[in-house]
């Protein structure tokens, strides 16, 4: 059974940072592709950052220069580094793959990030 649990989120000040890291259990974590995706009340669930296995990386041109995205295969974990955080980035961030031969959508429960003064 394929797990996703995303940790990190919380309340920051416009022009803070935090980390939102994503554990997986019940997948061959190394050979999958990640991303971190992200929905605002109101909004649809829009992709943030992606990461395949390789290591290779590409980012919604809202964040880029602002969100660094890894992944540590050794501890089946995905990260996003938010930096310059502003108030727009408030949203529930997602972990997510298309998993196996026939690329099931797996997400995580999410985590709330809240930018706010």
């Known amino acids: 059974q394929v797990q996703f649990v995303e940790s990190g989120g919380g309340l920051v000040q416009p022009g803070g940072s935090l980390r939102l890291s994503c554990a997986a259990s019940?997948?061959?974590?190394?050979?999958?592709?990640m991303g971190w995706y992200r929905q605002a009340p109101g909004k649809q669930r829009e992709l943030v950052a992606r990461?395949?296995?390789?290591?290779?990386?590409n980012y919604a041109d809202f964040v880029k220069g602002r969100f660094t995205i890894s992944r540590d295969n050794a501890r089946n974990t995905v990260y996003l580094q938010m930096n310059s955080l502003k108030p727009e980035d408030t949203a529930v961030y997602y972990c997510?793959?298309?998993?196996?031969?026939?690329?099931?959508?797996?997400w995580g429960q999410g985590t709330q990030v809240i930018v706010s003064s």
């Open positions: 997510h793959t298309l998993y196996g031969p026939s690329r099931r959508d797996e």
């Open positions: 019940g997948i061959a974590f190394s050979i999958y592709p």
């Open positions: 990461i395949n296995s390789g290591g290779s990386t």
